[in-house]
């Protein structure tokens, strides 16, 4: 039976939604999954700076209390290095910078204030993905509530919200739901006559691209929802329009220009499979097609070939102008996203100086094999690895490098087997894709593809060597399309089940998601501070270099030396080329000949390594080397210029200098000085910096107890990056005055 309306819109019946509900009313519901996230990561507000919050906030000159707001957080990256320097790993995140700026401006240092919000987001991109899910996704909204219920307690999250720096990750995910959304927005979603729906709202469209922009400035894989955009549009959104067509009777005459009373497009009524759906016309399939044959009364097909006839017509058009027609609103919209993809990716290589960054073999082993046999089987392997975290996350560690994957170096190595099995898993998935394409159904599987595959691509070394072996963290977005696929492979699941079945399989899920909830409230507690967690990693992955090395520098920072040095000893078995644990333990050792040889060896293995040449210069200054000392201090200066003891005893050691030449001579000495501040002041912009050294400076020969030193080792404290910098320039010329 069929039912027409006199116009869109109009006064017609309409039907009932044939979206089925949950029993649960959206308010409900979001107040449930806001209340589980709040639940499973409320433990995190006590929580302290760890790990990497210390580098990026604490450390960071472009974030520390005190540091003005100025457009260094435009050009540095995120860790507050200039994007051109060698050391930089080109994380351009200036977004995520200003947030933590934000954050100190209001509540100052207090961790506190920073875990809340991180929470706040994580459960603001639980209920937007509620909602994405429900209008994108799925047909039933029980479904995008239990896929967002799984997305907020997954334990693999848990680097991502209690982590203070994980906010990039958490609030890119938020701005990529919100920019496809817009993208989606942007399309006419009532066009049904049309292969392709055109542009409804321009406005939409570039929201979307400001949002994806925004997601990209917060972390880098934000700019994979164009992607994900694109893809949906040409697959999802024809397959939207595509559906009508199927099983539903069409105009029996189309309006040709010039005929009379023309009639306005109706509205149809039909029913399908016990259900009434309702389509608008603006036109038919005939409106870039011939008329449709007629369709008979049965067969044995699962979707009937009146359907397929239109979709083959539609993928193999008779001719090439009319398939540019038919894809012409698609091509507008895929020409612009592209064409400011291109554009955005330029920029992006600019800012980083034209260069990619440059990495230790420890950060990506596998990267610097010199086997491409290794290279491909162990980054296999690795998503695989990646998948099976999602799928079962047991084992979790804030840091997977230095020896927690060995590589895999032949293809008789075992774990290959679970390379294959995600291989054709993955090859089953896009086949199913495929097929439901043609049958005109099932967005679930596409969507989740798009999810857990795009977002992914930047991690996967695909394009670019990554900094990391695995990170927890970058798994926060493709999780989305984790979870959607599993959801919907449980309610298939489900409809296969007799009723004990269906029941059993619905405890089952009820008590992965409370074990789930568990895992991440235990996960939470061990974020809390710097020993907890640095402690969990040596238990969790005892073959970890790095794991040892953290502790290990923790230990030396409380002063609990012994148990330091069993831990950078440990390390350095693991793993015989960790400089920087060969430096640290020279700094604990106290015989001089062998802190010597640490240093040494360190710097065999990285020459460039700023604190190893500092140490070295250190102890050969003690031992009356100053030639060599100063030799080693300028070099540690070179390779670390925000290296401020470097600085200090440099600055010691020329008044040391000065102190030996011009014994008894004060009026000499104050020339000498007077000469470096002339010299020093040419620079305008930093005269400030010079006359602050300088009053410091005249003032010492009246002060005792070396007050120099005392002085020299605050320079931290006074001074920010760029004024150390400065002073960087005028030291050396101030030694050039010394050397004479």
């Known amino acids: 039976m069929v039912v027409t309306s006199s116009a869109r819109g109009g006064g017609g019946d309409r039907a009932p939604s044939r979206r089925r509900g949950c029993g649960l009313a959206p308010a409900g519901a979001a107040a449930l999954l806001a209340g589980a996230s709040c639940l499973c990561y409320g433990r995190s507000l006590q929580g302290e700076f760890v790990h990497d919050d210390v580098w990026a906030i604490v450390n960071n000159p472009d974030v520390r209390p005190g540091a003005p707001l100025r457009w260094g957080i435009f050009s540095n990256d995120f860790w507050g290095k200039g994007m051109a320097e060698n050391t930089s790993h080109k994380s351009y995140r200036p977004l995520c910078v200003l947030t933590f700026k934000l954050n100190i401006f209001l509540t100052g240092m207090n961790p506190f204030y920073f875990h809340a919000v991180n929470v706040i987001l994580h459960c603001l991109v639980t209920l937007v993905l509620m909602y994405t899910c429900d209008k994108t996704v799925f047909k039933n909204r029980g479904l995008a509530f239990v896929t967002a219920l799984l997305f907020a307690v997954h334990p693999v999250h848990t680097e991502a919200v209690a982590g203070i720096v994980g906010r990039a990750d958490v609030l890119a995910c938020l701005l990529f739901l ?3 959304l817009s993208y989606n927005r942007s399309v006419d979603q009532c066009c049904a006559g049309e292969c392709f729906p055109p542009t409804a709202s321009p406005f939409f469209l570039l929201l979307s691209l400001f949002l994806g922009t925004c997601a990209m400035l917060v972390k880098e894989t934000g700019i994979t929802v164009f992607g994900v955009c694109l893809v949906y549009d040409l697959f999802s959104l024809s397959h939207n329009h595509d559906k009508s067509s199927n099983g539903v009777i069409h105009q029996h005459s189309l309006q040709q220009p010039g ?3 023309p009639s306005a497009p109706p509205v149809h009524l039909l029913r399908e499979n016990g259900k009434q759906q309702r389509f608008p016309h603006k036109g038919a399939w005939g409106g870039c097609h011939a008329p ?3 369709e008979p009364k049965s067969s044995g097909f699962p979707v009937s070939p009146r359907a397929v006839w239109s979709l083959m017509r539609y ?7 009319n398939f540019l027609l038919t894809m012409r609103p698609f091509l507008k919209r ?3 996203v592209i064409s400011y993809v291109i554009v955005v990716l330029y920029f992006r290589l600019w800012i980083m100086g034209g260069s990619m960054p440059l990495f230790s073999e420890q950060d990506n082993p596998a990267s610097f094999s010199p086997y491409i046999l290794t290279r491909f089987l162990t980054y296999s392997y690795l998503l695989a690895f990646n998948m099976w975290l999602l799928l079962a996350p047991v084992t979790l560690c804030y840091d997977w490098q230095v020896g ?3 590589l895999v170096e032949t293809i008789w190595d075992t774990r290959n087997l679970a390379t294959i099995l995600l291989a054709i898993v993955m090859a089953l998935l896009s086949l199913h894709c495929l097929a439901a394409f043609k049958r005109l159904e099932h967005r679930e599987v596409l969507m989740g593809l798009l999810f857990l595959v795009f977002p992914f691509i930047p991690a996967s070394n695909l394009f670019f060597r990554v900094g990391f072996v695995v990170a927890e963290r970058v798994l926060y977005m493709p999780s989305m399309g984790y979870c959607i696929l599993f959801v919907h492979g449980l309610s298939k699941l489900c409809t296969w089940l007799n009723r004990c079945g269906a029941t059993t399989l619905s405890v089952s899920t009820v008590l992965l998601l409370l074990l789930f909830s568990w895992k991440t409230v235990k996960q939470n507690e061990i974020w809390l501070s710097r020993e907890s967690l640095f402690r969990s990693g040596v238990q969790t992955l005892p073959h970890n270099a790095k794991v040892h090395y953290n502790y290990a520098n923790f230990l030396k920072d409380q002063g609990r030396n012994k148990e330091a040095i069993y831990h950078y000893r440990t390390a350095l078995k693991l793993y015989p080329r960790h400089a920087s644990a060969l430096n640290n333990l020279g700094t604990l050792t106290r015989d001089t000949a062998e802190a010597k040889l640490y240093y040494q060896r360190a710097l065999q293995l990285n020459p460039q390594h700023n604190r190893a040449l500092f140490n070295l210069g250190n102890l050969l200054k003690s031992q009356e080397k100053k030639e060599e000392a100063i030799t080693l201090l300028k070099d540690s200066i070179k390779y670390g210029p925000e290296f401020a003891d470097a600085y200090s005893r440099q600055m010691i050691s020329f008044l040391q200098g000065i102190n030996l030449h011009n014994k008894g001579n004060h009026k000499k000495k104050k020339r000498q000085l007077t000469e470096w501040k002339n010299m020093a002041s040419n620079d305008a912009t930093n005269k400030g910096l010079i006359s602050k050294i300088y009053k410091q400076l005249t003032q010492y020969g009246k002060k005792a107890n070396n007050p120099v030193e005392k002085w020299a080792k605050g320079l931290n404290r006074h001074f920010f990056k760029e ?18």
Do not use: E, G, Y
């Open 178 to 180: 919100l920019a496809f």
């Open 259 to 261: 005929s009379s009373s």
């Open 292 to 294: 449709l044959p007629p």
């Open 315 to 321: 993928l193999t058009a008779s001719s090439s102008r």
């Open 334 to 336: 895929a020409i612009l």
């Open 404 to 406: 927690s994957i060995p």
């Open 723 to 740: 004024d150390i910098q400065v002073a960087n320039r005028h030291m050396k010329k101030m030694l050039n005055i010394s050397d004479c």
